[in-house]
């Protein structure tokens, strides 16, 4: 009742302007902005008998038919209709039940969103683990090793690990590409890390190929980068089959997937195409990355979403290549596109916005808008805006080289 009186307080002020037309104004012109006046009034009434539609985490709905943040549990949640008769949606990220249609409110992106009771049965809850990611990052580092059997009992984190193949293969930039399988009884794990990029001449291939080439169908759904796809098949094509006895012969053993830069984008194309391909279950499976690049568009980061709920990206402070290849945006510093084909990051960014980065530091889990691209965390303007600052972009360099304290890409040197 309040609703319709406040709706028709509104309506009120409006029948009068109709007389008062000014003389100097068209009669058409006029005629255009009054729709357009009742136009804004009739949104203005949908908001508002609907507010939990963009609220539905702060406002007590009007309509019962809206209460989805009521609902407590995935199933009722996903039983009970929301304001546009669809069901509500249970958010694995939160879990919380939000309304359909509740961008602000609801962390999770579509593809996360669970929407059917029978799937409640098979949700999986990120986690992040900060020991588990410092483990992850000496992984990512003895990558860079020419022969990781060499160096693999030199990182105490994970010395437990045995390696079981390295594949190296030249790849485009006159550098190499490489990965490797190893598996920990200690650690119940197996472990599968890439290389990230060798050097300069590599990164400027690399971003060749992202401004001449377009992007490539992925076979798990959407396109990516089709340097990141090249050197992701030539790697894997040798190196799977190693994994995949892995699992069948450790069915319960957690499969970790990681690498960082270059390697970070082979982590995310690996763990998206084992688990589009059932080799493991989604609750089996973890990926951290450092330092991710880009990979793909919305649509391959949405099905990474799907496919991979335990993923979380590690970025750094100013770690400028996480911004790479850019995404598309209005102006700098305004929200990244979604609906466009450039490229868009998948989930989970863990962000450290401190140059100094131990396992102990603290760090913010980004679920701000837009999904995946918060503009909280390190694509905030005012963080990522230091690299063009006067010695600026050599710390930024900086933080991408270093997380936890490792130099990641020359650790192996020193060990």
Same mark, same amino acid.
């Given at each position: 009742m309040n609703v319709l009186r406040s709706v028709s307080?509104?309506?009120?002020?409006?029948?009068?302007?109709?007389?008062?037309?000014?003389?100097?104004?068209?009669?058409?012109?006029? !005629?255009? *902005?009054?729709? +357009? $006046?009742?136009?804004?009034?009739? %949104?203005?009434?949908? =908001?508002?008998? !609907?507010? *939990?539609?963009? +609220? $539905?985490?702060?406002?007590?709905? %009007?309509?019962?038919? =809206?209460?989805?943040?009521?609902?407590?549990?995935?199933?009722?949640?996903?039983?009970h209709r929301s304001w546009s008769g669809q069901p509500c949606r249970w958010c694995p990220r939160d879990n919380e039940c939000h309304a359909h249609g509740a961008i602000f409110a609801n962390p999770c992106s579509t593809t996360e969103n669970i929407v059917s009771a029978s799937a409640c049965n098979s949700i999986v809850t990120p986690v992040y683990d900060a020991s588990l990611a410092f483990k992850m990052v000496y992984l990512s580092a003895l990558a860079y090793a020419d022969n990781v059997a060499n160096y693999i009992n030199r990182a105490k984190q994970v010395n437990s690990f045995r390696l079981v193949r390295q594949v190296t293969k030249s790849c485009r930039g006159n550098a190499k590409c490489s990965g490797f399988v190893a598996v920990s009884h200690t650690e119940r794990a197996i472990a599968v890390s890439f290389r990230g990029s060798e050097h300069f001449d590599q990164v400027k291939a690399q971003a060749l190929s992202i401004l001449a080439v377009p992007k490539v169908r992925f076979q798990a759904g959407g396109k990516v980068q089709k340097y990141f796809n090249d050197a992701f098949v030539l790697i894997w094509n040798q190196l799977k089959n190693d994994v995949h006895s892995?699992?069948?012969?450790?069915?319960?053993?957690?499969?970790?997937?990681?690498?960082?830069?270059?390697?970070?984008?082979?982590?995310?194309?690996?763990?998206?195409?084992?688990?589009?391909?059932?080799?493991?279950?989604?609750?089996?499976?973890?990926?951290?990355?450092?330092?991710?690049?880009?990979?793909?568009?919305?649509?391959?980061?949405?099905?990474?979403?799907?496919?991979?709920?335990?993923?979380?990206?590690?970025?750094?402070?100013?770690?400028?290549?996480?911004?790479?290849?850019?995404?598309?945006?209005?102006?700098?510093?305004?929200?990244?596109?979604?609906?466009?084909?450039?490229?868009?990051?998948?989930?989970?960014?863990?962000?450290?916005?401190?140059e100094e980065m131990r396992p102990s530091s603290s760090y913010k889990v980004c679920q701000g808008l837009p999904h995946n691209e918060d503009l909280g965390c390190s694509?905030?303007?005012?963080?990522?805006?230091?690299?063009?600052k006067p010695g600026g972009f050599k710390k930024c360099v900086n933080d991408h080289k270093n997380y936890f304290g490792v130099n990641v890409g020359i650790w192996w040197y020193s060990a």
């Open positions: 307080a509104i309506t009120s002020l409006l029948p009068p302007l109709v007389n008062a037309t000014p003389k100097f104004i068209s009669e058409s012109a006029f !005629n255009m *902005a009054f729709s +357009f $006046s009742w136009l804004c009034v009739l %949104l203005l009434c949908l =908001v508002v008998v !609907n507010d *939990a539609w963009l +609220f $539905s985490r702060r406002r007590r709905p %009007l309509i019962r038919i =809206v209460r989805c943040h009521s609902k407590k549990t995935c199933v009722s949640c996903a039983n892995q699992i069948a012969r450790y069915p319960h053993y957690k499969v970790w997937v990681t690498g960082h830069s270059l390697g970070g984008a082979l982590a995310s194309l690996s763990s998206t195409v084992l688990l589009h391909e059932s080799r493991t279950s989604k609750s089996n499976l973890l990926m951290y990355t450092f330092g991710q690049p880009r990979v793909g568009n919305y649509q391959y980061a949405l099905q990474h979403d799907r496919l991979v709920p335990i993923s979380f990206r590690v970025t750094h402070y100013r770690d400028p290549v996480v911004h790479l290849p850019f995404c598309k945006t209005l102006l700098p510093g305004t929200p990244c596109i979604a609906y466009t084909g450039a490229p868009y990051h998948h989930g989970k960014e863990i962000y450290y916005g401190k694509n905030k303007l005012s963080v990522w805006s230091k690299c063009f």
